[in-house]
């Protein structure tokens, strides 16, 4: 099995080298952010429709927390990043973060929340 270090970036002219993090993605550390922003803005862009399916808000969820994941192994991983690409891992997850509450909330911001009994919160609680 081939060194995953030596495949370079599948991104139109970049030619960078892609850590093993990202092997299955085949870009380097900053089109991949690039691309998971991107990705984030269309999921935000689609999910405040309303519009989405109960499968396809499952995709967007499974998205974010497959490229957490990805975000937690590149900067704990073996590659050296620079301070840039280590705000801009960190700025990325914050991302995704937020994303991932904005899909926990109502598409219509004017409905009313479902109200918790006393009996769920209890539970809620001591789970």
Known sequence: MSNSLHHQ???P???TLVPAELETEAYCVSHFLLSAEKACAEIRRES???ESSAARRAEFESYVAASA???ALIGTGNARLS???KKRVLT???TLMILRENLDRPANPFLPRRRTTPTEATAATAA
């Open 9 to 11: 970036c599948s991104f």
């Open 13 to 15: 002219g970049c030619g």
């Open 69 to 71: 994941m990805k975000l």
């Open 48 to 50: 405040t429709t309303g």
């Open 83 to 85: 301070d840039e690409i």
């Open 92 to 94: 990325t997850f914050h």
